[in-house]
T-cell receptor, first 112, second 119 residues
């Protein structure tokens, strides 16, 4: 079945550091790929998405490129802020009435 | 954007009581909603798929008599935790997919989550 593997955390960075959170997937066909963010005590929010190979999703300074050849969707940000501290989930989904398949999540802590 | 609302956002109950959590899609119709459970510092575990007008489909290992799901309308699904026990304490999150926003993208919209604490 489909699966998502993302790097284990926690990841602790200083403010303005470069962030990379690795995500790889296994899936049949051509799924859509997502990064969701969960701030402390809150539900999940969509951060960015990509629906086909070579698409780049971007939002709030975060970027991720759908790489079919490496089955990856790594999340990057050039300069993190304390407010980026959260848990980040990589996920995939096929269209229709199929649920998201999540990675285990990566906790990011950014210190001033 | 599409909004999915959950209520209550947190609830504390005594062991043995039942708790109902509502999930509403506020500006779109959702024939299918999904219920997830999240344990502390862990990922989301899909519990069941809620289908409007029919029985929910439960994932392996999820007790359907324990977690009752009702999808009464195109905008409302409810999860009832029956005879709750401390091990049912968790963060429950619902989600839904809008057919008219990015059709075919597979994006899900999530509720804010409901934190259940069973004493």
């Amino acid at each position: 079945g489909d699966s998502v593997t993302q790097m284990e955390g926690p990841v602790t960075l200083s403010e303005e550091a470069f962030l990379t959170i690795n995500c790889t997937y296994t899936a049949t066909g051509y799924p859509s790929l997502f990064w969701y963010v969960q701030y402390p005590g809150e539900g999940l929010q969509l951060l960015l998405k990509a629906t086909k190979a070579d698409d780049k999703g971007s939002n709030k300074g975060f970027e991720a490129t759908y790489r079919k050849e490496t089955t990856s969707f790594h999340l990057e940000k050039g300069s993190v802020q304390v407010s980026d501290s959260a848990v980040y989930f990589c996920a995939l989904s096929h269209s229709g009435n199929t649920p998201l398949v999540f990675g285990k999540g990566t906790r990011l802590s950014v210190i001033a | 954007g599409a909004v999915v609302s959950q209520h209550p956002s947190w609830v504390i109950c005594k062991s043995g009581t039942s708790v109902k959590i509502e999930c509403r899609s506020l500006d779109f119709q959702a024939t299918t909603m999904f219920w997830y459970r999240q344990f502390p510092k862990q990922s989301l575990m899909l519990m069941a798929t809620s289908n409007e007008g029919s029985k929910a489909t439960y994932e392996q290992g999820v007790e359907k008599d324990k977690f009752l799901i009702n999808h009464a309308s195109l905008t409302l699904s409810t999860l009832t935790v029956t005879s709750a026990h401390p091990e049912d304490s968790s963060f429950y999150i619902c989600s839904a997919r809008s057919s008219d926003r990015g059709p075919g993208t597979g994006e899900l919209f999530f509720g804010e989550g409901s934190r259940l604490t069973v004493l």
